[in-house]
């Protein structure tokens, strides 16, 4: 529980940092920040809002949430809004590059930190495998098009779409696999011998599965 909620908070601070820079968001944050700019509601806000009405989604594509998935809903969003109201605005390129360096180094982590704890996908994450479980179609298909409808509605609504988009899109599956094998947890029934579609923790004889459905969500962006 440590680490999932490390790693939502972390994962909020990195969303922060993003807004902040100003060169480009993640592709939900992107329809986050046009809700917000036509609602009047700090971004935070609006990812929770959001984040409740994916997550009834769920119920006809017969998904089930965990404590990590609603969890998920909340942390995100208040800690994005808390960290936004504490930073300053970042002005020039020396101030805004690595800002957006670091909140996409930051996600990655805080993805390997909250999936590897096991609580469950994001509501988001659980969409894309719910879509692809009813359909019969890839989940890389399905995020593709859903992120695509997303970051083109969040643009026409006044969310910021740049650079650090693009570099997000590309960055954030090799990070977030990286971490997922940095930060699995320890497998009791796990032996010397890994089974084939799991992923050994570097240098600690850890067992994580790997391959899961709400993984491949995350990983294939």
Known sequence: ????????TLYGVSS???VVSGFGLEPWNVL??????????????????VGAAVLLLWIPLRQRP???????????GLV?????????????????????????????????LYIA????????????????QRTGRSIRLMRTLVEVVVVATGFALGGTVGIGTV??????????????????LPAPEATAAPAAGTATGPGTGTVVAAGTPSEQAILQR
Not at 36 to 44: D, T
Not at 81 to 102: E, F, I, N, T, Y
Not at 167 to 184: C, E, H, M, T
């Open 66 to 76: 965990g404590l990590g998935t609603v969890s998920n809903v909340f942390v995100i």
């Open 167 to 184: 570099v997000y899109a590309l960055a954030i599956g090799p990070l977030a696999q990286l971490f997922l094998r940095l930060f699995a």
């Open 32 to 49: 986050h920040q046009g809700l917000a700019e036509i609602s009047g509601l700090s971004i935070g806000v609006v990812s929770i809002i």
């Open 80 to 112: 994005m809004d808390a960290v936004l109201a504490l930073l300053p605005d970042a002005h020039g390129l020396l101030a805004r590059v690595p800002l957006m360096v670091a909140g996409i180094l930051l996600n990655g982590a805080a993805t390997g």
């Open 1 to 8: 529980m440590v680490q999932l909620y490390a790693g939502l």
């Open 117 to 132: 704890a096991a609580f469950g996908a994001g509501p988001r994450d659980g969409l894309m495998t719910g879509l692809h």
């Open 16 to 18: 922060a940092l993003l």
